[in-house]
């Protein structure tokens, strides 16, 4: 059991949930506004997608972010600072004409998924480790062995700690991979990703596996979405890791009772001190994760 648990939370993610629940997060204010709700709740740690503002669709506007973690530190609230790297590799193809992208599609390169990194040099930044068939329909997520060494290797460089999103065991192998060739300073963080069709399932057999794989010395947390969140925070804690709660993965705190990020936060802090667990600053978040970018304001 992890006795010293770090806290995370998903503020808003890029999924078609801004028309289900009034309590996710568009603009920049209220994005950095859920951000400081959820530090207060006991979140070491706030993980950053942002929005068309206009659309409540996903972006990768620098502009965006730069507001977002600019009205975070100005609030004076002590978090440590998780953008997204993720966005810009969705690939949504044609039936009849399979090299054709259709609407919904948005794949650049490893490069460009880093400017708003390279901008803000946020403490950590997601690395997702793999392609996947992401849902029904004909969209795929793309991230490619070579499209994963650049962008590691590039945010290395940059000094900022990659969590390698782990959506099902070969991107947990390939991970693995890329910390043996030294492209991930230790120690490596893993996030295993549960319940996302079609990656791992949610089964906590199959996360103690995954567990039992990863290299030695590495921080880890794990979360899965929607009902199963909060099973997950024991799931998790109990095994050794670290936990991820929030509206990108779950928008619910009960049945039919639309959750806040920081209702979620202090759901999860209690399921962690019931399990006789403490709930780490985020200062000890920086010593566990030896974050290179640990100036805060």
């Known amino acids: 059991m992890n006795q010293e648990v770090i806290v995370t939370c998903a503020l808003t993610g890029a999924g078609d949930t801004v028309g289900r629940s009034p309590h996710v997060p568009v603009t920049p204010e209220q994005i950095a506004a859920s951000a400081v709700e959820a530090a207060n709740a006991g979140a070491a740690v ?24 600019r009205r975070v530190k100005e609030s004076g609230v002590d978090v440590v600072i998780n953008l997204t790297a993720g966005m810009g590799g969705d690939l949504v193809i044609d039936q009849e ?16 998924r880093l400017p708003h990194v390279e901008e803000l040099l946020p403490d950590i930044c997601t690395l997702d480790c793999g392609s996947l068939n992401f849902g029904e329909g004909s969209q795929l997520y793309i991230s490619t062995p070579d499209m994963l060494r650049a962008g590691a290797k590039r945010i290395q460089e940059l000094g900022v700690k990659p969590e390698l999103e782990i959506f099902d065991t070969g991107h947990l192998w390939f991970a693995s991979k890329m910390v043996e060739e030294g492209l991930i300073d230790p120690p490596p963080l893993f996030q295993l990703c549960m319940g996302i069709p079609y990656g791992a399932p949610a089964e906590p057999n199959l996360l103690q596996a995954m567990v039992q794989l990863l290299p030695a ?5 794990s979360f899965a979405i929607g009902r199963n969140q909060m099973p997950w925070v024991a799931q998790s804690v109990l095994l050794g890791g670290h ?15 639309k959750a806040t990020n920081g209702q979620l936060v202090e759901r999860a802090v209690g399921i962690v001190e019931d399990l006789g667990g403490t709930i780490a600053s985020p200062d000890r978040a920086r010593e566990l994760l030896h974050l290179k970018a640990a100036a805060h304001v």
Do not use: C, F
């Open 97 to 112: 004409d399979p090299l054709k992208p259709v609407d919904g599609t948005d794949l650049v390169s490893a490069m460009d």
């Open 243 to 257: 936990v991820r709660v929030g509206l990108e993965d779950n928008l619910y705190l009960g049945k039919g009772v």
């Open 217 to 221: 010395g590495a921080q880890w947390a």
């Open 46 to 69: 706030v993980h950053i997608h942002v929005r068309n503002i206009e659309t409540g669709g996903p972006s990768r506007d620098v502009a965006l972010y730069a507001d977002v973690v």
